[in-house]
């Protein structure tokens, strides 16, 4: 239950952080399109920064995400999804030689019966 609740602080931190930081910057773009072409040119540098720096920040709530992630899986006892994929392989490895030793098995016992059938002849 406190694992879920940290999650949604963190989500909904991220996300008021970026939008009140867009309201800010639209509002500041608003005057600065009052003032004049200067301001204008101004105010595309300033939404180009802007940018940069919200795909800055996604990146490290990105981060910071996985590994709250991490955190909450290792507390469950469940594999990330490196260990699921490396589980999957190895599920897969061994239905394949279970599947040639299905197959081998039949061999074998298709040959013991027809040795029977042979003996039972004669």
């Keep these: 239950m406190a694992t879920t609740e940290l999650f949604k602080k963190v989500l909904y ?3 008021g952080v970026v939008s009140t930081t867009t309201d800010k910057v639209k509002k500041s773009i608003d005057e600065m399109s009052k003032v004049g072409e200067d301001a204008q040119v101004e105010g595309k540098k300033v939404v180009e920064d802007f940018m940069e720096d919200v795909n800055t920040r ?3 709530v990105g981060t910071r995400f996985q590994k709250i992630i991490d955190t909450v899986l290792k507390q469950l006892d469940l594999p990330n999804r490196t260990e699921a994929e490396k589980l999957n ?3 897969a490895q061994l239905e394949e030689k279970l599947v040639a030793k299905q197959k081998e098995t ?3 016992a298709k040959t013991r019966v027809a040795k029977v059938k042979e003996v039972v002849k004669k």
């Design 106 to 108: 039949a061999k074998t």
């Design 58 to 60: 996604r990146e490290d």
């Design 89 to 91: 392989a190895k599920i």
């Design 13 to 15: 931190t991220g996300v």
